[in-house]
């Protein structure tokens, strides 16, 4: 007969709180913030399905400055949220050989940062350009 051993926990309460579990909890957490930006923009959608009055309240929303520390509190967790995106894409993807060469991982970090940022700066130029931002 087998002697049953009391249950220890192997990890303690705040494990998260650790490293290197710290810097992995917080790049999950920032999935909140897209999930709240989400919610904005459907917002926005919903008053704008709902006439102008509507959608021009959610606009004086948009300009007060709850609204602007919101968007710069976002802004923060979103820039977090793609970097630490792009630094996590290459630990979970096969090795990248191009030309019989490895692709470290840092470059398709700094390469997939600066192609969002790129693909960010034009659809901005063209909201401008059509007049969107007035």
């Not at 650790?18 to 957490?29: A, F, I, M, N, Q």
């Not at 009055?53 to 929303?61: G, H, I, K, L, T």
Request: with cysteine.
């Amino acid at each position: 007969m087998s002697e049953h051993r009391p249950f220890h926990r192997a990890q303690p309460r705040d494990w998260w709180a650790h490293k290197p579990y710290l810097g992995y909890t917080l790049r999950e957490l920032t999935g909140l913030g897209v999930a709240l930006y989400g919610g904005i923009l459907l917002a926005g959608l919903v008053c704008l399905s709902r006439g102008a009055e509507a959608f021009d309240s959610y606009r004086r929303f948009l300009a007060s400055p709850l609204s602007l520390l919101i968007h710069l509190l976002l802004l923060a967790v979103m820039l977090w949220h793609v970097v630490t995106w792009f630094q996590t894409m290459p630990k979970t993807m096969p090795k990248l050989i191009l030309g019989g060469r490895h692709v470290p991982q840092q470059r398709l970090t700094v390469l997939g940062v600066l192609l969002a940022f790129v693909c960010s700066a034009v659809l901005i130029a063209a909201v401008v350009a059509v007049g969107g931002l007035s």
